[in-house]
């Protein structure tokens, strides 16, 4: 059986998972050797962490417009309350759109619940992959508006373990 974790380096674990993982070709093990573990404890504790449900997956943040996506825009639109699951599970699905999901909407001022993101090279392209869409969908006779994205802002995943105390400094 596996050694457990101690509490320091549980909550060490959780402040270099928020940094990401380490580009190298063995993060796990790069974590180990930050939070003074095993590779093998890391990857325990990771696994009991998903079996309590505590993440559902580790993902990957890009930044779209070093790679040339310079047009993002998020299409929102008002769909009928009944209709939105199986619209937004329909939209999700299209290779064009990379994130689809609902909101309340907020009255009066805000009436749209599904949101859209769609990142192309030029604004004209991401246009007409929405009107495309409008249209493939039948929903081009329903409120919507697109949304383009007209400065950018530092993406980085959730943050939920406590700051270090006053003059410790997390490493990453």
Sequence with gaps: MKALLKAEQLLALRRQLELGLPLVP?????????IGAEESQVLAQMHQ????????????????????FAANA???LDIPDALVDEVGHRLGREAGISLCYQRPRR?????????CMIHGRRREQVEAQIQALLEQHLLSDLPHQVLFSTQAFKQCGARFAPAPPDGARAHG
Excluded: D, E, K
Excluded at 49 to 68: D, E, K, S
Excluded at 107 to 115: D, G, M, V
């Design 26 to 34: 063995r993060p796990y093990l790069a974590l180990a050797q930050q």
């Design 49 to 68: 962490w998903q079996r309590q449900q505590l993440f559902r997956r580790i993902g990957l943040v890009l930044n779209h417009r070093a790679l040339g």
């Design 74 to 76: 998020m299409l929102v």
């Design 107 to 115: 009255l009066p001022q805000w009436r749209y619940n599904l949101f």
